[in-house]
Structure formats: C-alpha cells, structure tokens
C-alpha cells in the first residue's frame, strides 16, 4: 500500500515535468529564436529531451507489477535511452556550430532578459522536482526515477551556465560574445550527456532510465 502511494507521487511529478518542459522548451526555443540566443534556444530544445525521460519513468511505472513483460519493457527503453543519447549528440553540435557562427559574425542578441526570467524559474522548479524524485526513487529502490532525476539535476546545470551567460549580458552589454561563449559550454555538457547515455544504453548491466550520469 505504502508502494502505491509512492508510486502515486511518481505518475504526478512525472506528469509535471511533461506539461512544464514542454511550456519551458516552446518558450526558450521561441525567445532564443527572436532574440537570436543560441545559448536559450538550444536550452529549449534540452528541455524536451526532460520530456522524453519522464515519458520513459510513466511508461516503466505503468507497467510496474507485470513481471512476465519487464524484459520487453527494458529492451524498449534500452532504445529509447539510445535515441535519448543521439538526440543529445545531433544538440550539441547544432548549439555548437551555431555559437561559433555568432562569434565568428560578431552578432550579439538584440537581449537576453528571458533567458534570465526563464533560468531563474527553471532552477527553482527542477531543484524542486530533483529532490522529490531523488526521495521517491531511494523510497521505492528505483534506477529508473533516480536516473531520471540525475536527468534533472543536468536540467539544473544547463539553467545555470544559461543564467550566468544572460547575467553577463545584461549588465555588460559590450560584452557581446557572452551568449556564444556560454552557448559552447552548453554544448559541451549536452554532448557529454549525449555520449553517457550512449554508453548506459549499450551497457550489458543496463535496467531502465534515461542512463544521464551527472
């Protein structure tokens, strides 16, 4: 009974994360387009890859109690958790290429004040959900919920280097490269996620989850 309570408060959080990534994601992605933000657009798109991996924790928690189907259910997500990885990898080098062309044309963003607005409200939200999910996934012994939440917890960096590029601009306006500098670093930690989740899908010890290690 306790489990299901628990469980309960998995099919929330998860279902949270959905709704709100994809308002933060279509935002971002909006905003970094307008205002020419590579660094807030490619953070955008990130937030879609949230999405997926809280997709992956309702569709593993709904089958949770039909033992019979757990090998199909982890072999699904075994390719899901690969895609997750290339998705990453096709990220990181369209926010990296896109960044050293705004360096290489000396473009700054006409601003950068939503990225700052979105940030904020980012960290805020996820390092709520980042500790809920990191409690229920201990609570229930869970590999799938704790790798979601280390999904998470990048989400959280990702806002940070996001906040700090925007912060940079705001308050030194002649300081026009600190998006595209803060976009590259962006693309380093998408791209490092990207190759971890590969290496977590390809695994032999793989369970389920979306296979980030922060």
Request: hydrophobic share 45%.
């Amino acid at each position: 009974m306790e489990n299901q309570k628990h469980i309960q408060k998995v099919y929330y959080l998860a279902l949270f994360t959905v709704f709100y990534n994809i308002l933060e994601g279509v935002l971002s992605v909006y905003f970094g387009t307008q205002e020419d933000s590579v660094a807030l657009a490619g953070f955008g798109l990130d937030s879609f890859i949230e999405v997926f991996s809280a997709l992956l924790v309702l569709w593993r928690f709904k089958g949770k109690g039909e033992e019979q189907k757990e090998e199909a259910v982890i072999s699904r997500e075994r390719r899901a958790t690969f895609g997750i990885g290339v998705l990453f990898c096709l990220l990181a080098i369209i926010t990296f290429l896109g960044s050293c062309m705004q360096l290489y044309h000396q473009t700054p963003p006409e601003t950068t004040v939503p990225g700052t607005y979105i940030a904020i409200l980012s960290l805020t939200i996820m390092g709520f959900l980042w500790w809920a999910k990191f409690k229920l996934a201990k609570q229930l012994d869970s590999i799938t919920l704790l790798k979601d939440a280390q999904c998470t917890l990048s989400c959280m960096k990702l806002s940070v280097i996001l906040l700090l590029g925007s912060l940079v601009y705001t308050i030194w306006p002649q300081i026009w490269w600190a998006d595209s500098v803060g976009a590259l670093l962006l693309s380093f930690f998408i791209g490092k996620e990207g190759l971890e989740t590969i290496q977590a899908a390809r695994s032999s010890e793989f369970t389920s989850g979306c296979g980030c290690i922060s």
